[in-house]
């Protein structure tokens, strides 16, 4: 097009309105490219309950059928942690508030993991199941639950057991969420979203699990790092020593100052904020953390200072440290943080596309 037609100023208008055609091109072809997320974080953090609420709000949602595919992880998780309550009350040797709970906790450590459980094979479990809960000796034993390993999510079910424990028991989609099964291996997720195909990579976070994750560090867009906030006087799994937020951070440290991921957007998931609500009305996290500075009954304070542990590792300050306090198992929750994050990602994508 000959130019010389125009004056300096159309000229200039033609040249900017150029450009930006050649901006809009570039990012349509770069929301075309793949957005891989990558979940990392240490096990039980909630890398994959945040993927069962990828698909709930966005993919293809839980069917009945699927769903009834978790009840026998749902009964496995009711029967293996009372069975550990039940151990671990004898081992601290606090006393039964009911005698007849001896008989109802032999009839629980008779559980072995043997194939599925239907719901008529659960059904002779449901009455010692809840009777257990109910005793006082098994209440004090689960306030002292950070001496021993017991799952998050045994308190969920056994509120729920008489819906549970019904003979044609459907798990709902918050059942899915609080259900427990540690992740092994890499496993990938394709979501379209409002027309860009994400890709979320779950992998599984206990210690002989992470040599694998270096296996999935090509083409990164975003790393979401789960942390457990409520974990601050809980131990580590696989040590049974270890202090789990110290984990935490150690291995927020690798990543964030890994130089694979000089590029990459690092969003923090505070997680479990709901446990975490419960956790300072019964255990200080200065018994835990004495250089904690503020009021361990005071979420904010608590929460400052989780932040402050992970902040203080990144060496390169420069770049924004994105944060969020999260409960996985909210679905509500999770949609209102995930448009955050998702604005987050694409903004950062596009400007670095941009800078190409
Ligand atoms: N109450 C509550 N429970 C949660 C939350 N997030 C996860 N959980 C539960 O915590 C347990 C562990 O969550 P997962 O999603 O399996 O953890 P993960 O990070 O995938 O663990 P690995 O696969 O071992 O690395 C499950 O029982 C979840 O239901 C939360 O915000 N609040
Ligand atoms: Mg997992």
Known sequence: MATCFYSPDEQEAIRRSRQIDKQLQQERRSLKQEIKILLLGAGESGKSTFIKQMRILHGSDYSEADRLDFRHTI????????????????????????????????????????????????????????????????QSTVKRSNEFQLGDSLTYFMKNIQ???????????????????????????????RGVPFRFVDVGGQRSQRQKWFQCFDEVTSILFLISSSAYDQTLLEDRVTNRLVESVNIFD??????????????????KTDLLIDKIKEKSIKDYFPEFPGNPRKLGDVQDFLVSMFNSVRQDKTQEMYRHFTTATDTGNIKVVFNIVKDTILTKHIQDIMQI
């Not at 709970?101 to 993991?113: D, F, P, T, V």
Request: one cysteine or more; hydrophobic letters at 35%.
């Open 75 to 138: 009964y496995h998780n009711m029967l293996k942690g009372t069975k550990i309550l039940v151990e671990a009350r004898r081992r601290l040797q606090i006393p039964l508030q009911n005698s007849k709970n001896q008989e109802n906790g032999k009839a629980i450590s008779s559980y072995h993991r043997e194939g599925e459980l239907s719901d008529e094979d659960f059904q002779p479990y449901v009455t010692p199941l809840d009777e257990l809960w109910k005793d006082a000796g098994i």
């Open 254 to 271: 690798t990543i964030v100052n890994n130089r694979c991921f000089r590029q990459v957007s690092i969003i923090l998931f505070f997680n």
């Open 163 to 193: 819906r549970v424990g019904l003979l044609g028991y459907l798990p709902s989609r918050e059942d899915v969420l609080h259900s427990r099964k540690a992740t092994r291996g890499i496993h990938e997720y394709n979501i379209d979203i």
